[in-house]
């Protein structure tokens, strides 16, 4: 009975680990504008791509922000990256869909633009 309780208990201590987020794995988040900390790393996101897409002429010159959340996954590192898809609009009406990738450090101190990519709507 011993040895029976001990299978069943290493089986459930397995099955609970493998449902965490493992290092590597993206797991999709649910977006809550009333989070700061995650509004503050998707503002600091589309601030730093949005100059180099103008840059590269995959967007217009003008003052651009995020108006609507598509997604948002999460990556444990070293710290944490973070993938948010989101749609971006300017003065003018135009708009685009952006993917916008940051890395947060372990203490949260520093957040890094690691990659974006425009898609035109």
Known sequence: ??????????????????????????????????????????????????????????????????TNVISVQTQVVDGMNYDFIVDIEDGTGDTARMDVMIYVTPDGSAMLLTSYAVFKM
Do not use: E, H
Not at 23 to 48: H, K, R
């Open 1 to 66: 009975m011993k040895f029976f309780i001990a299978i069943v208990l290493a089986l459930a201590v397995c099955g609970f680990a493998s449902a965490q987020q493992q290092p590597g794995d993206y797991t999709p988040i649910q977006w809550n504008a009333n989070n700061q900390t995650l509004v503050s790393f998707l503002d600091f996101g589309v601030q730093s791509a949005v100059p180099q897409a103008i840059a590269a002429g995959r967007i217009s010159q003008s003052d651009w922000a995020w």
